[in-house]
């Protein structure tokens, strides 16, 4: 494999340590392209503002749409708005994935505590719990111990896969799974389980202090300015419902279906959509994921940059399942 080509080069940040051989999430199995050494430290190196604007920028975008949307009061501007918001705490939990792999900030200590104050919390998310059961899902994708299996219940305790996990599917079954996932259910299930989550976890008197401290804070706030009609509108509504549409679409794309049948390139499939696709259901480039599993230092903005250089490679660009749209990804998902 070649350096990082100049053009390449350009779309690469500068600042920050720690170079990406060691990263803590690597794959045990060795992936089919190697990069140089020089190659993946300049991809994994941090920068101090990228991860923070972006956060910035998707609160500013909930902002302005709430706005809007109150200052309107229609039904279909509001109905809108959940989409917009509900996609935009999609992007949040993006930045917070980011966290749990030590990429939101290059000091590991603030990545942790910045990530959960302003991008995880408010969208009952924990970087810190995240990363226990995404770390072995990055080490051991595919295997009995990938914390997918825990996570999201995708097998039986004998290890078979549960039929809400089981491709193909026809169109009317994969459209029945999103809606009732979408219906609301699923999301207040994930709400409670983000606030039982420390308890069960046995986690650090601090760190349950400290997020329900958070938590308390914002609901005697909200209550205290009689703003619970707009929280359950304008985040609670949007956060089961579309938030939880992109993100069980985000992950039928990434593992499900037929992917490769070449080793080393059948478990993870990208998809990298035009920009309503990243608006609504892939954002901060979550859908360059064969890349981000092969290579998890590599932070989500430098990611387009590291696909170019593995397609310079003549096996990646024969046998990597890379679709440029949503729909392409899920068709694979489906009976022919």
């Given amino acids: 494999m070649p350096l990082i080509p100049d053009h390449v080069r350009a ?9 990406g051989a060691d990263h803590p999430h690597r794959p045990r199995r060795a992936v089919p392209v190697q990069l140089p050494k020089s190659s993946l430290a300049a991809l994994s190196r941090l920068s101090p503002w990228r991860s ?11 902002a302005v749409t709430i706005a809007a949307a109150v200052a309107i009061d229609h039904l279909l501007v509001t109905a809108v708005a959940i989409v917009v918001i509900g996609a935009r705490q999609h992007a949040l939990m993006v930045l917070g994935h980011e966290a749990a792999h030590y990429r939101f900030l290059p000091d590991r200590r603030c990545n942790d ?44 305790p004998e290890g078979a896969l549960r039929p809400d996990w089981t491709y193909p599917k026809t169109r009317s079954q994969l459209l029945a799974l999103l809606l009732r996932r979408a219906i609301g259910i699923t999301g207040v ?10 308890l069960v976890l ?9 997020q329900y401290g958070y938590h308390g ?3 005697a706030g909200i209550t205290a300015g009689g703003l619970w009609p707009q929280v359950l509108i304008y985040w609670l509504l949007p956060y089961v419902t579309w938030h939880i549409l992109a993100q069980h679409v985000r992950l039928i794309c990434e593992h499900s279906g037929p992917i490769s049948d070449q080793p080393g390139y059948g478990l993870t499939r990208s998809t990298h959509p035009g920009w309503l ?41 024969r046998h990597a399942n890379v679709q440029s749209s949503i729909p392409a990804s899920l068709s694979q998902c489906l009976d022919s």
């Fill in 113 to 156: 505590w910045v990530a959960e104050l302003f991008v995880a919390w408010p969208v009952f998310m924990s970087a810190r719990y995240f990363r226990i059961t995404h770390t072995p899902h990055h080490q051991h994708l595919g295997d009995p111990e990938d914390g997918n299996r825990r996570a999201w219940r995708t097998h039986t």
């Fill in 217 to 219: 804070l914002l609901i």
């Fill in 52 to 62: 923070p604007a972006a956060a910035a920028a998707e609160w500013l975008c909930v």
């Fill in 202 to 210: 046995g986690r650090p008197w601090w760190e349950i202090v400290s």
């Fill in 11 to 19: 779309h690469v940040d500068a600042e920050g340590p720690r170079p």
């Fill in 277 to 317: 696709g990243r608006f609504l259901l892939l954002p901060r480039h979550i859908g360059y994921h064969l890349e981000h599993h092969w290579f998890p230092s590599v932070p989500w903005y430098n990611l387009p940059a590291l696909y170019e250089l593995l397609s310079t490679d003549e096996g990646f660009a």
């Fill in 189 to 198: 299930l994930w709400i409670m389980r983000f606030f039982v989550a420390p």
